[in-house]
């Protein structure tokens, strides 16, 4: 058994970690700022009566840090033991099982010495990382649809509930500042959840063999066809709605989330969700039941939230690129350029109008707190838009150098413009402090900066090489 966790452990000390593998190359350039924002506040005074209060560079870059590496391991996990001959080898599996434990736990400590340095206590920094885990190492990981398991949508949407809700520095330094049996809960939880997230059973359990008992099928469409009454019908139309300039196909599936309302209430759904984990967590920090300026407290960072979430789901379709080549064959292009173009064109439609929603609800809630003035929100709105927009065509800088379009890259350009520069932009134009004049430069010097890769992107895509990538078995 510790020959085979031997082995396995050689694999993540070899570059075979670094096959097809973007995560390591984001986690790398992550832990170097993280390593510079450590030497910078070294010497900060960070608890304040009681509370643990952190630079938000510091925070982010070490959140997304130890996320990016964990999500490495994992991907390395995954395509071993998804393997086809994986299950003629249970002991490679229980090998791999071992090493990841082992990877992930080492991790864990070498990530809690960069907080150990400005003091941060040690059992509620693991909590943080704790919790980060699960959300790591889902199954769901970089594997072929076929050998994935079905996806667990209540797990899905919590973890990515908590992962956008710890995003934020203030939500860190509330769980840095938590009492220790706060702390102690969500590390149980946590590794609990994690070490059912990696259990991999290589045979299918016998409940997914279970044939249907006869007529269940024609049950099951009689209950449906009852409740989904005509009134249902017509509301589910209105939410599914699509522009007509969004429904030309064949285009990669990252564009097919184009309908208005869908955005507007998923967006209010996970802002009012954030909110109320926020509150409790305030509460639970003080010790006492949530109060209504608990709530505006949890309301506070929601339109960066909601600026910072849209921005980063825009840059997908540059990333997950393995269908392009069968969508221009099978499509009516005739030319790469062409179908390089409709990319292009299909982007710039979902992204302004994803900008322009996510913009008018940002404002809409500083609004509402008292954060904005009514007579800024315009050229914040339009500010807010453009630094989004902005962030949405960053990625595709890539495809102007063939060395740099690499999937790995380009999720890096995605994940740092949206997490640093849009919620940055949220935070100047959607705060109550004076904007200065440098920030109103900037979000007009973007749009002649889309103009430009709008313009020529498509071009140096078309030329660019469009590599079959195989499934990282």
């Excluded at 938000?56 to 033991?81: D, I, K």
Aim: charged share 10%; hydrophobic share 55%; glycine share 6%.
């Amino acid at each position: 058994m510790m020959k085979d966790i031997l082995h396995a452990l050689r694999l993540y000390a070899s570059p075979v970690l670094f096959r097809e593998n973007g995560a390591l190359t984001a986690a790398l350039f992550y832990l170097g700022v993280m390593g510079y924002e450590i030497v910078q506040h070294r010497h900060d005074v960070l608890w304040h009566d009681g509370y643990f209060t952190q630079s938000p560079a510091l925070g982010q870059w070490w959140w997304l840090a130890q996320q990016m590496l964990f999500v490495a391991f994992a991907l390395q996990y995954w395509r071993q033991v998804r393997s086809p001959l994986s299950a003629f080898y249970p002991r490679m599996l229980k090998g791999e099982y071992g090493a990841i434990l082992i990877m992930l736990g080492g991790g864990m400590v070498v990530l809690a010495l960069p907080m150990m340095i400005v003091k941060a206590p040690i059992l509620n920094t693991l909590a943080l990382e704790t919790i980060s885990l699960p959300m790591a190492v889902g199954s769901n990981l970089g594997m072929p649809k076929t050998l994935r398991p079905r996806i667990r949508w209540l797990r899905s949407a919590l973890t990515l509930l908590i992962f956008l809700l710890f995003l934020f520095p203030k939500m860190q330094d509330r769980i840095l500042s938590a009492p220790w049996f706060v702390a102690l809960g969500l590390i149980i939880a946590g590794v609990i959840l994690t070490l059912i997230e990696l259990h991999y059973a290589p045979f299918p359990t016998p409940a997914t063999n279970q044939t249907r008992l006869p007529g269940t099928d024609a049950k099951a469409g009689l209950l449906r066809a009852h409740f989904l009454s005509p009134m249902l019908g017509r509301v589910l139309r209105v939410v599914f709605w699509q522009p007509p300039w969004l429904r030309h196909m064949p285009v990669p599936q990252a564009f097919n989330m184009t309908a208005p309302m869908t955005l507007v209430l998923l967006t209010i759904s996970m802002s009012i969700g954030f909110m109320i984990v926020a509150t409790a967590i305030v509460a639970a920090t003080h010790q006492r039941w949530p109060q209504w300026h608990d709530a505006l407290a949890g309301l506070e960072p929601v339109p960066q939230f909601i600026c910072m979430l849209s921005a980063m789901s825009l840059s997908q379709w540059l990333v997950a690129r393995r269908n392009w080549p069968f969508l221009f064959t099978l499509g009516p292009f005739g030319h790469r350029s062409v179908f390089a173009r409709r990319l292009y064109r299909t982007h710039f439609l979902q992204a302004i109008q994803t900008a322009v929603i996510a913009s008018v609800l940002a404002c809409g809630i500083a609004i509402g707190r008292g954060a904005l003035p009514p007579s800024r929100a315009p050229a914040a709105t339009l500010a807010v838009i453009c630094a989004i927009m902005g962030a949405s065509y960053v990625p595709s800088l890539t495809v102007f150098a063939a060395r740099a379009a690499r999937p790995g890259l380009t999720q890096m350009l995605s994940t740092v413009s949206a997490t640093m520069g849009v919620q940055l932009a949220a935070e100047i134009f959607l705060g109550p402090d004076h904007v200065p004049s440098w920030a109103w430069l900037t979000a007009a010097a973007l749009v002649p900066f889309c103009i430009v890769i709008a313009m020529f992107a498509p071009t140096a895509l078309a030329r660019a090489d469009w590599p079959i990538e195989p499934p990282a078995l």
